[in-house]
């Protein structure tokens, strides 16, 4: 099996070379990762310039881009042969609910679907994790699951991991997306220049974190997996549609 590893915290991040090196002991990894933290680049792909490809190993290569970028030019081109699956992580802090539209880590994964592959994000709910090898424990287990048994078309698996140690975890559970609470206020200060500057306001508590969301599975201590897919159509509003413009 050949993987392709990426993620949006940058080449250097822990939670991306503790998953390389668990991957490793059964599969070709090679990482395609940002040169920088992108987190929060959701799907976004750089179209007005061009992109500076470069191979600092033999299976790494780093990207000036967002992580699809990185996604898009491995299965693209840049790699020699196709891999067979995109793996995105491990992510410093959990993606929940709305999260996922946010999300680089979940966008690189996305990207690896939307062009074919069978695609895993897995991220560590801490912002300092402590426990990283528990995460990458879970995304192995999971990547030799679909070995077996293949997502469904166009699916991918958003995985939020509790930092705790991994005989503490409970199990794995599959969950939907839960929702926050909108975002805080922006956060206003004053450059050394006297330059107003504004920060984006911390992520919303959550909403809609009640039994079977993945909010609710990772506070009570199982590995989240959530199946996602990006038919973002509502359906069942189309034929009321339909005569509200007639």
């Known amino acids: 099996m050949h993987i392709l590893l990426s993620n949006d915290d940058g080449y250097l991040s822990p939670g991306l070379n503790i998953l390389a090196e668990r991957l490793a002991r059964f599969a070709t990894v090679t990482i395609v990762a940002p040169d920088r933290d992108r987190s929060g680049a959701s799907n976004s792909l750089t179209l007005s310039r061009p992109l500076r490809p470069r191979q600092l190993e033999e299976r790494l290569w780093v990207i000036d881009g967002t992580p699809s970028d990185c996604v898009h030019l491995g299965i693209k081109g840049l790699l020699p042969e196709m891999p067979d699956l995109v793996v995105s992580g491990i992510n410093h802090g959990a993606n929940l609910g709305d999260d996922v539209l946010y999300s680089g880590t ?24 402590e426990h990283l090898d528990s995460a990458a424990h879970w995304a192995d287990w999971l990547v030799g699951r679909l070995g077996d ?17 991994l005989d503490q975890i409970k199990g794995v559970c599959s969950t939907r997306l839960g929702r926050r609470h909108p ?24 909403e809609d974190a009640g039994e079977g969301t993945d909010f609710h599975a990772l506070a009570a201590g199982w590995v989240s997996v959530t199946p996602i897919h990006f038919d973002m159509t509502r ?3 189309v034929p009321a549609l339909e005569q509200w413009l007639a």
């Open 106 to 129: 979940v966008a690189a994964a996305s990207e690896g679907r939307a062009l074919g592959l069978p695609a895993i994000a897995v991220s560590s709910e801490s912002f300092s994790p």
């Open 235 to 237: 359906h069942g509003v």
């Open 149 to 165: 048994h293949p997502l469904p078309a166009y699916t991918l698996l958003n995985v939020n991991v509790p930092d705790t140690p």
């Open 183 to 206: 975002a805080a206020q922006l956060v206003r200060e004053t450059d050394p220049r006297g330059q107003e500057i504004v920060w984006i306001g911390a992520a919303g508590a959550a």
